[in-house]
């Protein structure tokens, strides 16, 4: 009989992580070690829009289509104790590192709540520059689906 998450020991807890991980890589569904979200982020979005991954760390963009469009993957994993639906950091907006973003919001449990694909210009009316973290931020709220240069492509990701 399995003993239940909640009287396992932070260590055990830890160490189920730590081999969940490793699953998780092994099945090529995560790529690094840090938090899942990114990493799981771009598995399902190459995998939906039929894209190329961009090997290591590409500036500016994370995956192509077969006609050479870059695009930059984010998602955002939104929960009761966090429902920020800011995105990660978007560096050197100004040089057009991208053609499009895709943005993927998840429930608290991983399933999507909703997609949405943005034109590079789109980011740049809603995004808003930080000089704290040198890069912009965007909050890619439900409300953002429907504004010009953003194309809510959630029915892709639920089929």
């Known amino acids: 009989m399995t003993t239940p998450l909640n009287k396992k020991s932070v260590r055990s807890l830890l160490i189920l992580y730590n081999e969940l991980m490793n699953e998780l890589r092994r099945r090529k569904v995560i790529r690094s070690t840090n938090n899942p979200v990114g990493d799981y982020t771009e598995h399902l979005v190459k995998k939906k829009l039929d894209l190329s991954i961009s090997g290591g760390s590409t500036a500016g963009f994370d995956a192509k289509d077969n006609k050479g469009r870059r695009y930059?993957?984010?998602?955002?994993?939104?929960?009761k104790e966090n429902r920020s639906t800011e995105l990660s950091a978007i560096r050197n907006l100004k040089k057009k590192p991208f053609d499009f973003l895709i943005a993927v919001v998840y429930k608290q449990d991983f399933s999507v709540d909703y997609v949405a694909k943005l034109t590079c210009s789109a980011v740049k009316k809603h995004a808003g520059?930080?000089?704290?973290?040198?890069?912009?931020?965007?909050?890619?709220?439900?409300?953002?689906?429907?504004?010009?240069?953003?194309?809510?492509?959630?029915?892709?990701f639920k089929a």
């Open 129 to 156: 520059y930080s000089k704290h973290v040198n890069a912009w931020r965007l909050q890619m709220r439900r409300s953002l689906l429907n504004t010009p240069g953003v194309i809510d492509i959630t029915k892709k």
């Open 72 to 79: 930059q993957i984010k998602g955002r994993r939104v929960t």
